[in-house]
């Protein structure tokens, strides 16, 4: 009888909620799994006690200052100490079959980046490396030979339910969304809303970034942008309808009418399980799907008048070049605005529209072409707010 080796694995952004959920699943199948790497930005005494509970080879702390913390709280236990971008590609480079590419924001992207290289399997778990340079990333998983399994619920459902060997016979991707927190809202009532009710998600617990992406419909945006570089299909064929049970993850059309599926309860370790276990399964502790419980799975048509960050983010990909990088980053300043009440709610789509008029929008060549991209954009949203200020 064959028994299945241990998997070695590193978790970038071991201390957000998709790494804290990762090394959930490693604690709970500790015979299947061997930690290598962690990486944090800045929980120094969070990082260290994952590093010694696992056993790590390596911890890497993004904020350099914290390096002599970091070492201080590891001091006498073996456990190599780094820091820095250098560290983060250095673990992302240390020989593991599975790298979690949990590390958000734009510093995530070389990391990511070293493992394609290396060929491993990357669990990717991060929205910049594909939305602003997804030609370049799929390039290098196809020369290098990797694997990318992508763990944002929505993808995770289409990986599963989408037949590779016959993509041309796939007529649509069929992304769902939540709605968010205003869900049924009209433009007009949506002038006054706070952040507290933005971050208020009606089915996730997420950070209040995404909360916010969530309530524009911004996400969603930025998930076709994603799919469209995940799988082999046309812009054209990837929709969005809303799904407010969030109980139907994504849906995928066949040529002959079927429509497969992924349903499960709102819970992020079911798609981790998923990328850590592929090809196989394996079990995970979220709550088991009861539909007579739910009672009904509706859906409807997204109000692109009240969400119109959606439209941008299809005319974005439309353009292609660096205009999905210009559409992320002015959309970041923009939250951060709202976030900190500078900007209303509804101003959040006219900053990253007025930005991407201002921006080139030429394809980037390279990683520093697409950090470059980003300073650009993020300087001219800055402008742009400047403007609207409240």
Not at 59 to 88: M, S, W
Not at 125 to 137: F, P, Y
Not at 139 to 155: K, Y
Not at 351 to 376: G, H, R, W, Y
Request: with cysteine; net charge negative; proline share 4%.
């Amino acid at each position: 009888m064959s028994v299945n080796p241990i998997k070695r694995i590193s978790v970038l952004g071991a201390t957000g909620s998709v790494g804290l959920s990762t090394l959930d699943l490693v604690r709970r199948n500790s015979h299947k799994f061997k930690v290598v790497s962690l990486t944090a930005y800045s929980k120094v005494e969070d990082l260290s006690a994952l590093a010694i509970e696992f056993n790590a080879e390596l911890a890497v702390i993004g904020d350099e200052k914290k390096l002599d913390a970091l070492k201080e709280q590891l001091a006498g236990t073996g456990i190599e100490v780094a820091a820095g971008e250098v560290g983060l590609i250095e673990a992302a480079e240390r020989e593991a079959e599975i790298v979690m590419a949990a590390i958000v924001g734009a510093a995530g992207l070389r990391p990511t980046m070293a493992a394609v290289r290396r060929g491993a399997t990357v669990a990717l778990a991060n929205k910049e490396c594909l939305v602003c340079a997804g030609d370049l990333l799929m390039e290098e998983v196809r020369v290098h030979g990797a694997t990318l399994l992508p763990v944002d619920s929505e993808h995770n459902a289409i990986y599963q339910v989408f037949e590779v060997e016959r993509a041309n016979s796939v007529e649509r991707v069929i992304l769902t969304a939540s709605g968010g927190p205003f869900r049924g809202r009209s433009y007009e009532s949506l002038k006054a809303v706070t952040p507290a009710e933005a971050i208020a998600h009606p089915n996730w617990d997420m950070g209040a970034k995404i909360s916010v992406d969530s309530a524009t419909m911004m996400n969603k945006g930025l998930e076709i942008i994603e799919a469209y570089h995940l799988f082999p299909i046309k812009k054209s064929q990837i929709e969005v309808v809303v799904h407010p049970q969030s109980v139907v993850h994504s849906m995928v059309e066949y040529s002959d009418g079927s429509v497969l599926a992924q349903l499960g309860s709102p819970d992020m370790r079911t798609p981790i399980a998923y990328s850590l276990a592929w090809p196989e399964r394996m079990e995970a502790p979220v709550k088991r799907l009861s539909l007579s419980e739910i009672g009904a799975l509706t859906f409807e048509e997204v109000d692109l008048e009240a969400f119109r960050c959606l439209a941008l983010a299809r005319e974005a990909l439309e353009a292609g070049g660096a205009a999905p990088a210009i559409l992320n980053a002015a959309n970041e300043v923009a939250v951060a605005a709202f976030l900190s009440e500078k900007l209303r709610f509804i101003d959040i789509p006219s900053v990253v529209s007025d930005t991407l008029a201002l921006c080139d929008i030429k394809a980037p060549q390279s990683l520093s072409n697409v950090f470059e991209i980003d300073k650009v954009a993020r300087e001219a949203a800055q402008n742009q707010l400047a403007l609207r200020a409240i």
